[in-house]
């Protein structure tokens, strides 16, 4: 299994407008093969923060979303509304002691 952590920040003007795309993006990819989890969190500490907690069953449906037709539609629409880049950490979960 592939975890992916993807944390924003988005501008303050923009967090109405990323908010109704991320929902719209995250409908889709929920449909997509291997997909088992696309949960999209608002930080407590500060609410133009956002966090996307992914769950994939391979890396290989995971590369496969990244060219998911919606995805290019979702990044076209959400790069001019952050205020910096987004963060991606991509974790798996084999060959490693489980704490």
Known sequence: MI???ATTQVKPESRDAYIAGA???IAETRKEKGCIAY????????PNTFV????WETREDLN???????????RELSTPLK???TVIE???????EKF
């Open 3 to 5: 975890y992916v952590v």
């Open 23 to 25: 929902k719209a993006c």
């Open 39 to 46: 949960e999209n969190h608002i930080s407590i500490n500060d």
């Open 52 to 55: 996307v907690v992914e769950r």
């Open 64 to 74: 496969a979303h990244a060219r998911a037709p919606h995805m290019k539609v979702w």
């Open 83 to 85: 205020a910096s880049p």
């Open 90 to 96: 991509i974790i798996s979960d084999g060959k490693v």
